[in-house]
């Protein structure tokens, strides 16, 4: 089967920067993603990892290692409007199904 | 279109009643996802269709739900008997065939079962 875990819940400060964690356990690993959700919309795709390393995309950047099954995702220069879930997401196999981890409710405070 | 439509918005119904949720996908995509979200949770993969025929449909959790597309482009999950358990937001997806894996989400479809 497949496990997805990450934090319920994370605070932080406009300005600052927050790192988000995900751990998985999957066979057939095939890449990693990122997702953010607003609530009541869409969940947006913000990045894609399939080699160990760091992925640099303006203001977020997300790391892979797939000895350890662990990605972080990283926000800086937070805004309020990066107040949203964050979705952690594995694909397994050929062919582009994601499961989805519960997501992180982050809340960005003046 | 743009991206990805869905139809309806909100549905409420009664128990025992026949649903139907509508999914239009961004035009060329070949792939098409359906996924469940509860409050608080993650989507939940249902089901996943590339061109016409069902390539997967592990998700679906019994056989009161089923989806087609025909044609390859729109699709329609249906749902029989609903119960007071399967209200959640439905999300469709699309993509093209492979590269990144990002998948378009539509808004999604609200079915609230009374």
């Known amino acids: 089967g497949q496990n997805i875990d990450q934090p319920t819940e994370m605070t932080a400060t406009e300005g600052a920067i927050v790192q988000i964690n995900c751990t998985y356990q999957?066979?057939?690993?095939?890449?990693l993603f990122w997702y953010q959700q607003h609530a009541g919309e869409a969940p947006t795709f913000l990045s894609y990892?399939?080699?160990?390393g760091l992925e640099e995309k303006g203001r977020f950047s997300s790391f892979l290692s797939r000895s350890k099954g662990y990605s972080y995702l990283l926000l800086k220069e937070l805004q309020m409007k990066d107040s949203a879930s964050y979705l952690c997401?594995?694909?397994?196999?050929?062919?582009?199904?994601?499961?989805f981890g519960a997501g992180t409710r982050l809340a960005v405070h003046p | 279109g743009a991206g990805v439509s869905q139809t309806p918005s909100n549905k409420v119904t009664e128990k025992g009643k026949y649903v139907e949720l509508r999914c239009d996908p961004i035009?060329?995509?070949?792939?098409l996802y359906w996924y469940r979200q509860s409050l608080g949770q993650g989507p939940e993969f249902l089901i996943y269709?590339?061109?016409?025929?069902?390539?997967?449909d592990s998700g679906l959790p019994n056989d009161r739900f089923f989806a087609v597309r025909p044609e390859g482009s729109v699709s329609t999950l249906k749902i029989q008997r609903t119960e007071r358990g399967d209200s959640a937001v439905y999300l469709c997806a699309s993509s093209r065939d492979r590269g990144t894996g990002e998948l378009f989400f539509g808004e999604g479809s609200r079915l609230t079962v009374l």
């Open positions: 035009s060329g995509h070949t792939a």
């Open positions: 269709f590339q061109g016409t025929g069902a390539a997967d």
């Open positions: 990892n399939v080699l160990d």
């Open positions: 997401a594995v694909r397994s196999g050929g062919y582009n199904k994601l499961i």
């Open positions: 999957t066979s057939g690993f095939n890449g």
